[in-house]
């Protein structure tokens, strides 16, 4: 089985992965973006559903790239050819063609981060933006729902501490990166946490990188 049949109708219709389009944490990932950049180019990786398109929408000029066929498919009846096919361990971004990447709950599916994040830093303009989630494999709270979310997603493969992740988008190129914590309340909606005290207390882990 190929890794784009595996994201299939039956992976996003599970109920970890059912989305609301317009959920509240869709609403805050956007807010979270707004605070940086406002305007222009917008790329998501991993757009799955669509609903984090929806609301960038209104603010920049989007795309959106996925490796499920499925996710596809079920998309361009809605942004046409503004979503497409997408495997950023292999396919190349054109050249500092994007203000701000997304990639909400992708990179722990990669089996080769560091080539992937040299991939989104190339297409990224000088100052860009990149911003996205991964498991917040660190803290107490943090690896034992690191831990089951593996075993319900045996897809994960790079499922790795905070200080690892942050050395790999700094050698990929990054200039800056900002780390906090997301408590995750089910699908649909998370608290985001600033305080130092995140490590200790987070599921997932947001980064927010400046190229």
Request: include cysteine; glycine fraction near 10%.
């Amino acid at each position: 089985m190929t890794m784009s049949r595996s994201f299939d109708e039956k992976y996003f219709e599970k109920r970890l992965y059912r989305e609301i389009p317009n959920s509240p944490r869709n609403r805050k990932r956007i807010r979270e973006v707004l605070r940086r950049e406002s305007s222009g180019r917008l790329l998501e990786i991993g757009c799955a559903q669509g609903g984090f398109l929806e609301q960038a929408g209104r603010y920049f000029d989007v795309e959106g790239g996925d490796i499920s066929e499925y996710a596809i498919r079920s998309l361009q009846a809605r942004f046409g050819s503004r979503v497409f096919p997408f495997d950023i361990e292999k396919d190349d971004l054109p050249a500092g063609a994007y203000d701000v990447i997304v990639a909400f709950n992708v990179l722990e599916h990669l089996k080769n981060p560091p080539e992937a994040l040299a991939r989104i830093r190339s297409g990224l303009r000088q100052g860009g933006l990149f911003l996205g989630s991964v498991p917040n494999n660190g803290g107490p709270v943090g690896r034992v729902a690191t831990l089951i979310g593996n075993v319900l997603d045996r897809s994960h493969c790079s499922t790795w501490t905070p200080g690892r992740w942050k050395e790999a988008f700094l050698a990929a190129g990054f200039l800056s990166v900002d780390l906090f914590g997301e408590i995750n309340r089910g699908r649909n909606h998370s608290l985001y946490v600033k305080h130092p005290a995140w490590k200790f207390v987070a599921i997932g882990l947001i980064f927010a990188c400046r190229a």
